[in-house]
DNA sequence: GGTATATTTGTTATCGATTACAATAATTAC
DNA sequence: GTAATTATTGTAATCGATAACAAATATACC
């Protein structure tokens, strides 16, 4: 390994000038800085990162906590997050925990054991022990999407959950729908909380009755949808309208429904949450709710920065806009 | 922070004492071990990572270079990989280079920077430059899907495109297509020719005239399903079969097919490479090459891992299995 | 030209661990 | 009980950088 050292006798110059040559060009004159370039090239060195890192204290890394990489939605956040990181000089780590506790304890820690400054979170477990939330507090931490329930108030970027909910509602009462049906994902949440009692209240408006036994579904999956909208087909009324809590329930959902010989929209309406890519091919392409997912990963990084540099936050939560995209899932009830 | 000095004082040992209780807990009594585990509850101490890392010279991390995120096909890959890695005490760095050759420089170069010990390419752009392919003779480094061209000759896990291909093609003939249409990704690539050269040799076989015309496409991209699909519907004779290289162009084809108010497969029949998992429970569901992703990312790890270890291999070339999943979209060629 | 000041460079301590080597304590052998 | 051996602990060098401080050199000014 070429080191500082290497190059300095080669240059014939202190390694601390080799080190000032590159970190503070202007503190050199044009001449040793000439010297000690071409050493550096002829030695092919590089400053070693982990010998900086731990000189300076700081990684310049930050770590991401996402439940599932293979949704697309959690991708288009973090695509906002490396947008921003990147900008600001911090490389992401990012930790698919699979809604291991075990795993999300293990990536949180590496921003104590140094091997990281910051951590974003996706998820809304950690910190789940109270061990956890000690360890967590000292920690420059923001949440992305969800709530996270703890004594201190992390930073959230987050949607408006109950407004999303409110609007697609809206929309299918529109459609003259009377009959809804709820496919949920992971129900210990916020998210989950807000959807639900958004959804309600405008049911509640409306007068339109609403039977608890149409809420089926424990996640955010494919299979989920396939297998709630089975459920929901084999109860004596039929639902007209389908709100599926992310958008791959709502594909599941539309699959089983073809697949039972009925039509989407004209005997059943399937709307999701999320706009992620593959929704606006589906056949026929899905009404969501978009989530300004880019956007939120970029805030959310933003933030975390702030944090990590100890710059004031002026506010702890933040709430970005949705857009409700009517596509062609949903239509007039069938009467 | 709490470092190793402060433990040490706490338990009234030396520093070399408290490394070796936590790293080798065989050389120390059951006495001091007892005092040295309670200071570090008491303190709250973790090692640091960057500090054991810059002595021990291992980071135990690996970088893989992921030409985009969204993709779930590479999501499979990389969910291999990340299992055989936790195996094997490796941390992966996740780095999405969106076909960007500066970034995957920079992130290629983490490597050479002491900030992890090697390197899996899912993409096949780097090393580029002759300045590259030099930096990278140096660090272990392994290539998933593609072939790198490299004077030096880099161990590849990948699957046989060609047989693939065929595989695809002999399906489609079965059913009686004679005009054949293919919608490619990024030509510049190994994938590329040996897919296009195992359609030729089945068509050759089977002496079917095969139109140079009907290969379009430049992207691995929904959106550049949609525009060839556009452009070969233009053209004055119709095909009948049109392979798509990945799931995500088969979509779009499928998407652009269904608006112009023709029918997949009666009229069309569309056929992909990957199986990601929505393209099951499209309408039609897709035909298409399943590639086994995760065990793909698994034994490229395996062999980075060895390569790191310096452990020699037993060859550098793995060719795994695929299959050929014949779903709804591809059926008899019209008459 | 000589002193004061500014600029550039070198020396050395330091970050937080690990580890070779030295020193001490505990066992064993006779 | 003493010498030889082994097990445990401590001391100090080290990893590869950075940065406070000191030293040396260059520039400014009268």
Redesign the pocket.
Known sequence: ????????ELA?????????T???P????A???EKVMKAVREAG????W???S????RTNTIVVLVPNLVNPFFMRIIGGIEQAAQERGFTVLLCDTQGDSKRESDYASMVLT?RADGLIQLDHSFPFSDDDAKLAETIPMVSVCERIHSEKKYPVVSLDNYAASRALVHHLVSYGHTRFAVIVGQVVSQIHKDRLSGLRSVLAEEDIEFDEDMIVGQSYSIENGIESMRQLLAKPTRPTAVICFNDDIAIGAMHEIHRQGLHVPNDISVVGFDNVKVSAFMNPPLTTIDQPAYEMGRRGMEVLSDLINSIPLTRSSEMLPFQLLERQSSGPAPV
Not at 1 to 8: A, D, L, Y
Not at 12 to 20: D, E, H, I, L, P
């Open positions: 390994m070429t080191n500082i050292k290497k190059v300095s014939g110059v202190s390694t601390a000038t080799v080190s000032r590159l970190k503070m202007d503190m050199v004159t001449r040793t800085k060195y590089r400053p070693s982990l010998a900086t731990v000189k300076t204290g140094n």
